[in-house]
């Protein structure tokens, strides 16, 4: 059966190619609203409608997708704007604690079959000096990433600890989307060690 991931992040290829080493890529080209509601359950819901747009270029395959987003006093905080976006959240982050939300989601659709999952992993940022967010913020990486920031930049300075899947915080937590591929009948192999 062919595996379709319908994204176009690099972190989640490299990932998926970690338990699933054959699929193609065919990014979703929907609104990324998250719906109104409890975070996880609008996460789970936007990861679901990824995957169904990448279902209907891809009708004979299995798709998935997923959809990460950083919470932090019950705002979620999606792919910064620009510059100034990336260092207000880098700030707002620093020093604390936030959740970090993956919505997993299979489409089947000649099937007819679905699922969907999330899984809520928990980071502590460091106390990182206003020249670190700058310095950041000018290498252009925080954004394209949920928060602003990726868990394995600057050699993983940016965070003190994780309760949690790193894999979830990265993009794709690939112990829950192992669990939903088995389920649809794809072939993967367990995780390669970090």
């Not at 929907?30 to 169904?52: H, M, Q």
């Not at 959809?67 to 260092?87: C, F, S």
């Not at 290498?139 to 928060?147: M, T």
């Amino acid at each position: 059966m062919r595996l379709v991931l319908a994204s176009a992040s690099p972190r989640r290829r490299e990932l998926l190619r970690q338990i699933c080493p054959e699929f193609d890529v065919v990014p979703s080209e929907i609104d990324e609203t998250l719906d109104e509601g409890p975070t996880v359950e609008a996460v789970a819901r936007l990861a679901l409608r990824k995957a169904r747009a990448g279902a209907t270029h891809a009708p004979s395959a299995i798709v998935l997708a997923a959809d990460t987003v950083v919470v932090i006093d019950g705002m979620a905080l999606g792919k910064p704007a620009g510059a100034q976006e990336a260092r207000a959240m880098l700030m707002r982050l620093r020093g604390r604690a936030h959740e970090v939300v993956t919505g997993v989601a299979v489409v089947e659709a000649g099937a007819g079959r679905e699922a969907s999952t999330t899984v809520v992993s928990r980071v502590l940022m460091a106390s990182y000096a206003d020249t670190t967010i700058e310095a950041y913020v000018a290498s252009g990486a925080p954004l394209d990433k949920a928060g602003g920031y990726a868990i394995q930049d600057l050699d993983g300075r940016l965070v003190d600890a994780l309760v949690g899947s790193y894999t979830n915080v990265v993009g794709l937590p690939l112990e829950a989307t192992r669990r939903l591929l088995e389920e649809f009948g794809v072939a993967v192999s367990e995780r390669a060690a970090p």
